[in-house]
């Protein structure tokens, strides 16, 4: 049996090494691939750096780093990562070296390196099943927890969604709602409950929120969203979820949206059907681009005509948060130009594609709508099928 060295020279004739110079000539086209501790990790490491703890690597290397791209690994001195590269070569890495002297030489040497943002142990376990998945893993958390996200309405699409962005660690959810909780509400608006009758709906929904997850700050606005304070509302806002019911706020939000080129995650519901589509300003179509104007007021059912399957906003809300947490971590593919319509009495799902209107009123190269307009106020009633 070989003692440690004699396994260590043996390991070496096996594989590339390079120094950390001709290492760092490599930053831009290979994966680098850190297969220290954490307790090492946390105190610096090669900028994007993929992680990989020595223990772990071969359970997880080949879902966070791909084999036809050049590896480059290193530990703390060149040891670890000299059997680390022994190993990739096995599963079937055809470019991998290891880096001589490891992170210390590098280090020393005044290569760049950056101080990772980190996961606390408590978060750790709370998005343990979002840290599982490689298209999330650490980062993607990391993104969510900076992430935020203005909810317009808690009401039957913002309960749900805020609820479940809530619990994935979106660090700011803000809610604009102007309304107190009523008990006709509470068939389907499940932030709020019955000891919460009479209260404002975002006084109850920060105390849902706020103990489902103390590391959410919820921002309330308990105002009416109009054009004199929408520019201020939305300020900062990385994706807006509309869960309005009514025309003139969806219009008001298009335009300002437009202008600030924040994407909105559009929802609406009306009976048994629901549907869910994303704006992205300037990559697909706004919601002008499918209605230039709303319709007049007298053609609009009344809010309270509106009847609604108590269950419907929690699955279209659900999905809104789904496209949110998505944009919010930039991976999958959107809604943008795709209307998807649900029917709950016959349960299906469909799919409308949605073009960009090259005369549309506010996303065109030639605007004719260039102020906000405050409609008069009146309910949406019937999803607006393009
Ligand atoms: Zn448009």
Same mark, same amino acid.
């Given at each position: 049996m070989p003692g440690f060295r004699e396994l260590l020279a043996q390991t070496k004739k096996k594989i590339h090494e390079v120094d950390p110079a001709e290492a760092e000539t490599r930053l831009d086209d290979a994966t680098f691939v850190d297969v220290r501790e954490l307790d090492e990790y946390e105190q610096g490491t090669v900028p994007d750096s993929v992680f990989i703890p020595r223990g772990h690597l071969e359970s997880q290397v080949e879902n966070k780093v791909s084999k036809d791209k050049p590896v480059v690994v290193y530990c703390a001195g060149g040891t670890r990562s000299a059997f680390a590269a022994e190993t990739l070569q096995e599963l079937g890495y055809t470019d991998v070296v290891s880096m001589k002297g490891g992170f210390g030489r590098w280090k020393d040497e005044g290569r760049p390196w950056v101080t990772p943002q $980190?996961?606390? =142990? #408590?978060? &750790?376990? &709370?998005?343990? &099943?979002? $840290?599982?998945? =490689? #298209?999330? @893993? #650490? =980062? !993607?958390?990391?993104? +969510?927890? #900076?992430?935020? $996200?203005? +909810?317009? !309405?808690? !009401? @039957?699409? @913002?309960? =749900?969604?805020?609820?479940?962005?809530?619990?994935? @660690?979106v660090g700011t959810l803000g809610i604009v709602d102007m309304d107190v909780v009523d008990a006709s509400n509470l068939q389907r608006q499940i932030l709020h409950n019955l000891e919460r009758i009479g209260d404002r709906k975002v006084d109850s929904a920060k105390k849902t929120l706020t103990a489902l997850n103390p590391d959410v700050d919820v921002v309330t606005y308990d105002v009416r969203f109009g054009a004199d304070n929408v520019l201020d509302i939305i300020d900062g806002y990385d994706v807006i979820i509309d869960g309005t019911d009514n025309f003139p706020t969806r219009y008001l939000l298009n335009d300002a949206s437009l202008i600030k080129r924040i994407p909105v995650v559009h929802g609406s519901i009306f009976r048994f059907e629901g549907q869910v589509t994303v704006f992205d300003p300037y990559n697909g179509p706004c919601y002008r681009c499918l209605l230039p104007e709303p319709p007049p007021p007298e053609l609009a059912p009344s809010c309270a005509e509106g009847g609604v399957l108590g269950v419907l906003p929690g699955i279209i809300g659900s999905l809104q948060a789904s496209e949110t947490l998505k944009l919010c971590m930039g991976i999958g593919d959107s809604l943008a130009g795709r209307l998807l319509l649900f029917d709950a009495l016959s349960t299906e799902f469909s799919e409308v594609t949605l073009r960009r209107d090259p005369n549309c009123p506010v996303c065109s190269d030639h605007p004719t709508i260039t102020s906000y307009i405050d409609y008069v106020e009146f309910c949406s009633g019937r999803p607006t099928h393009a």
């Open positions: $980190v996961l606390t =142990p #408590e978060q &750790r376990n &709370r998005y343990h &099943r979002h $840290v599982l998945l =490689p #298209e999330i @893993g #650490e =980062p !993607g958390q990391q993104k +969510l927890l #900076e992430s935020k $996200v203005l +909810l317009l !309405g808690a !009401g @039957g699409l @913002g309960s =749900p969604a805020a609820m479940y962005l809530a619990a994935a @660690g």
